[in-house]
């Protein structure tokens, strides 16, 4: 008798080629603000003193940190089509790696800038960012009230930080400072909300009203 091995009987199975699904969920706020939050509490300290006023000793959170995170966060929000999220995201991305490039820039002398100059060259970064951010605060209005204020904040700092670079008064760097300091409360205080909302949670902390 003549034995058939039905696996040469059988036809041949055509795996069909399956697809990698993106964008079908998730909040990207939930990697953004937790970054944010920590630069911002780190930038703030630095600036106020505590535990060193070594602005170097913040690049790696800065560039490594939200720089890069929340450059992540603006990917995820253009694979979900969140403009808005993904132009917020991307600005602070922007800023942070171009902050980490300015004290790494001029602290190496990298750029050609004079000793002389090194003040000049820091207000004009921050007047070119507050004016950006104070832009960055209308659309945000839609949003709610936390993050229009949180953006506000920032702002702000950048102000103080302009002003103090330009009249070489330390106080107001410290006020910079705890600016950021009440702003990383903010970032810290919207990704608990995030990310108990991402749990399923349904009694969450409250973000307030779009103001518009």
Not at 16 to 36: H, M, T, Y
Not at 126 to 146: N, T
Request: proline fraction near 6%; glycine fraction near 10%; charged fraction near 5%.
């Amino acid at each position: 008798m003549t034995t058939v091995d039905v696996r040469d009987a059988a036809p041949p199975v055509q795996t069909q080629p399956r697809g990698v699904l993106i964008g079908v969920g998730g909040d990207p706020l939930i990697v953004g603000l937790v970054f944010f939050g920590l630069a911002s509490l780190a930038l703030g300290m630095a600036l106020v003193g505590l535990p060193t006023d070594s602005q170097g000793s913040i690049l790696p959170i800065l560039i490594m940190g939200a720089g890069l995170y929340q450059l992540v966060t603006t990917v995820w929000a253009i694979v979900l089509g969140q403009s808005l999220v993904a132009a917020i995201f991307s600005t602070f991305s922007a800023f942070w790696l171009s902050f980490g490039a300015l004290l790494l820039g001029l602290g190496h002398g990298w750029y050609g800038v004079a000793d002389a100059d090194v003040a000049g060259a820091q207000e004009l970064f921050f007047i070119a960012w507050a004016c950006l951010f104070l832009l960055l605060v209308i659309p945000c209005l839609r949003l709610p009230a936390i993050y229009p204020l949180a953006v506000f904040l920032v702002f702000v700092a950048c102000a103080f930080a302009a002003s103090g670079a330009f009249t070489g008064t330390e106080n107001l760097f410290t006020a910079a400072g705890a600016t950021a300091l009440t702003f990383s409360f903010l970032a810290f205080y919207s990704w608990v909300n995030v990310a108990l909302t991402a749990m399923g949670v349904t009694k969450v902390p409250p973000l307030g009203r779009p103001l518009l």
